[in-house]
């Protein structure tokens, strides 16, 4: 049987047995108070372990992961949940309990960001479970397609290595689920209305076809696994791109490796943030140079794109003074920004840095802080980089013909049709197929005043990584795309169809 796909999140051709994780009744039995918190106690002990050890490995979900360690660290909600477990609940149903009374009290916000986090907080509850139920799902080693209700990134983390592929009824192209299954090359698609299937059930999953097919016969079986044995490493290097530009978007130098293996032109974005938020005191400048340096010799023939540092709002970091994303965070921390940027100028030693403000709204904020670089290059004698800005701002969008001082533009989609249309990052409705041809009409005259002035343009952010809204892109005139190391696939198939279909 062939059932057509609603949604890919992360492309890929697989196949395997079936393990279903639809909700279900809780089923745990109470074992006395000792034992039901020492269960929940080793279960917030493994979950912090495997926090610190996981965001080593993925440094760009350094927020998400930081956000993970501060909930399931609560005094308030382990307290709450002990009351529970004293009154005779287990461990699993009075820590789920614990959590429901936090996203009560969220429900009744009225702020969007907080809602946002009710996702995070469902997310701790799983994380929790799946460590109180360590010793029976460690028995279970096989690698499987997930089927499930909703995919949480603690799954993923918990098991990525097992997981073949994922179905799941509802998902999100931004969420940190469908980010974690790009990166590790997990295929992953939405089906509103799941098969009904058994554990063991055979199925294959084929997003080139937009396809998934349950129980399929023993030849096509043979087929695929021939397929999948056949598929060689070049999908994972650059195919032939004419002038069109394949970008890598990267959080640490780690990350470099993998860009150049798989021969992308550029670094479109390197999020420096990160580096911040590693530490409880700001990098000195020289430690910042050290990174800086490192990478931009990496990256001596190919040049690199370096955002200064973007936070506020959901990435907040105790030693900064910042509210909102934007312009006022250099602002309100001269000496951190200034520290950041003469590390950035000293380590342009190749000529071939670029440097991009993120969450511009203004053609003069954007002038401020060129000037405020020319002038660090100038005192210092460096070599002046390619000074440009992210275009992610719903007013910097509506004034884009003012904005004639840029020698880049890397449009910020995340945050953009955030701003538009109110879309959150893990909004479960993907309400954004809505807004995808309101959108590319509103890049439409960007496209042309960029053509205008010449001024590079790229598109940087999850839609990039999407196959058919990458040829979309690539039909109104904007031909460098953005995207995580992981997704060269994508991109090749991308401009590969799109060629061949012109």
């Given at each position: 049987?062939?059932?057509?796909?609603?949604?890919?999140?992360?492309?890929?051709?697989?196949?395997?047995?079936?393990?279903?994780?639809?909700?279900?009744?809780?089923?745990?039995?109470?074992?006395?108070?000792?034992?039901?918190?020492?269960?929940?106690?080793?279960?917030?002990?493994?979950?912090?372990?495997?926090?610190?050890?996981?965001?080593?490995?993925?440094?760009?979900?350094?927020?998400?992961?930081?956000?993970?360690?501060?909930?399931?660290?609560?005094?308030?909600?382990?307290?709450?949940?002990?009351?529970?477990?004293?009154?005779?609940?287990?461990?699993?149903?009075?820590?789920?309990?614990?959590?429901?009374?936090?996203?009560?009290?969220?429900?009744?916000?009225?702020?969007?960001?907080?809602?946002?986090?009710?996702?995070?907080?469902?997310?701790?509850?799983?994380?929790?479970?799946?460590?109180?139920?360590?010793?029976?799902?460690?028995?279970?080693?096989?690698?499987?397609?997930?089927?499930?209700?909703?995919?949480?990134?603690?799954?993923?983390?918990?098991?990525?290595?097992?997981?073949?592929?994922?179905?799941?009824?509802?998902?999100?192209?931004?969420?940190?689920?469908?980010?974690?299954?790009?990166?590790?090359?997990?295929?992953?698609?939405?089906?509103?209305?799941?098969?009904?299937?058994?554990?063991?059930?055979?199925?294959?999953?084929?997003?080139?076809?937009?396809?998934?097919?349950?129980?399929?016969?023993?030849?096509?079986?043979?087929?695929?696994?021939?397929?999948?044995?056949?598929?060689?490493?070049?999908?994972?290097?650059?195919?032939?791109?004419?002038?069109?530009?394949?970008?890598?978007?990267?959080?640490?130098?780690?990350?470099?490796?993998?860009?150049?293996?798989?021969?992308?032109?550029?670094?479109?974005?390197?999020?420096?943030?990160?580096?911040?938020?590693?530490?409880?005191?700001?990098?000195?400048?020289?430690?910042?140079?050290?990174?800086?340096?490192?990478?931009?010799?990496?990256?001596?023939?190919?040049?690199?794109?370096?955002?200064?540092?973007?936070?506020?709002?959901?990435?907040?970091?105790?030693?900064?003074?910042?509210?909102?994303?934007?312009?006022?965070?250099?602002?309100?921390?001269?000496?951190?920004?200034?520290?950041?940027?003469?590390?950035?100028?000293?380590?342009?030693?190749?000529?071939?840095?670029?440097?991009?403000?993120?969450?511009?709204?203004t053609e003069e904020e954007f002038i401020y802080l060129k000037n405020w670089v020319l002038r660090l290059?100038?005192?210092?004698?460096?070599?002046?980089?390619?000074?440009?800005?992210?275009?992610?701002?719903?007013?910097?969008?509506?004034?884009?013909?003012?904005?004639?001082?840029?020698?880049?533009?890397?449009?910020?989609?995340?945050?953009?049709?955030?701003?538009?249309?109110?879309?959150?990052?893990?909004?479960?409705?993907?309400?954004?197929?809505?807004?995808?041809?309101?959108?590319?009409?509103?890049?439409?005259?960007?496209?042309?005043?960029?053509?205008?002035?010449?001024?590079?343009?790229?598109?940087?952010?999850?839609?990039?990584?999407?196959?058919?809204?990458?040829?979309?892109?690539?039909?109104?005139?904007?031909?460098?795309?953005?995207?995580?190391?992981?997704?060269?696939?994508?991109?090749?198939?991308?401009?590969?169809?799109?060629?061949?279909?012109?």
């Open positions: 049987m062939k059932i057509k796909i609603d949604l890919v999140l992360s492309n890929g051709y697989t196949l395997g047995p079936v393990k279903t994780e639809l909700q279900s009744e809780d089923k745990s039995f109470y074992k006395g108070v000792k034992r039901e918190l020492k269960i929940l106690d080793n279960a917030i002990k493994k979950s912090l372990k495997d926090i610190d050890e996981t965001q080593v490995k993925e440094p760009k979900l350094k927020d998400y992961f930081l956000a993970q360690r501060f909930m399931i660290s609560d005094p308030m909600l382990y307290s709450k949940a002990k009351e529970l477990i004293e009154q005779g609940l287990p461990a699993k149903k009075a820590f789920k309990e614990a959590m429901n009374d936090f996203i009560t009290n969220l429900n009744k916000s009225t702020s969007a960001y907080l809602k946002e986090r009710i996702a995070d907080l469902e997310d701790v509850v799983q994380i929790i479970n799946s460590n109180i139920d360590y010793d029976i799902k460690n028995k279970e080693d096989e690698s499987y397609i997930l089927i499930c209700d909703k995919v949480r990134p603690s799954t993923l983390i918990h098991d990525h290595k097992n997981i073949l592929g994922i179905i799941s009824r509802v998902g999100g192209f931004t969420s940190h689920s469908a980010i974690l299954s790009r990166s590790w090359s997990i295929p992953y698609v939405v089906l509103e209305e799941l098969p009904k299937l058994n554990d063991g059930d055979i199925i294959i999953i084929d997003t080139r076809k937009n396809i998934v097919i349950v129980s399929p016969e023993s030849d096509l079986i043979e087929k695929c696994k021939k397929e999948i044995e056949e598929k060689s490493s070049y999908e994972n290097v650059a195919i032939e791109h004419n002038d069109f530009l394949f970008l890598a978007n990267v959080s640490t130098n780690k990350d470099i490796d993998r860009v150049l293996n798989s021969n992308f032109d550029a670094i479109g974005l390197y999020r420096t943030e990160l580096i911040f938020m590693n530490s409880k005191k700001p990098y000195t400048e020289e430690e910042q140079y050290t990174i800086y340096s490192e990478a931009t010799e990496l990256m001596k023939d190919k040049f690199i794109t370096f955002r200064t540092f973007d936070v506020g709002d959901d990435k907040q970091i105790e030693y900064l003074v910042t509210n909102h994303k934007g312009f006022d965070n250099y602002i309100k921390n001269p000496k951190i920004f200034e520290d950041q940027v003469k590390a950035l100028l000293r380590a342009n030693k190749y000529n071939n840095m670029r440097i991009m403000f993120p969450m511009i709204e290059a100038n005192e210092g004698g460096y070599n002046i980089p390619k000074i440009g800005m992210m275009l992610e701002t719903k007013k910097a969008l509506a004034t884009i013909e003012t904005f004639i001082e840029p020698d880049f533009l890397s449009i910020g989609t995340n945050d953009l049709t955030h701003e538009l249309y109110n879309i959150s990052r893990d909004d479960e409705t993907n309400e954004i197929f809505n807004h995808i041809q309101e959108l590319l009409e509103s890049l439409k005259k960007v496209v042309e005043f960029c053509k205008k002035r010449d001024i590079c343009l790229s598109i940087c952010g999850e839609l990039a990584s999407i196959k058919d809204v990458a040829k979309e892109f690539y039909k109104i005139g904007i031909k460098n795309l953005s995207v995580s190391p992981a997704s060269m696939v994508m991109l090749n198939m991308a401009y590969d169809e799109y060629i061949n279909n012109k």
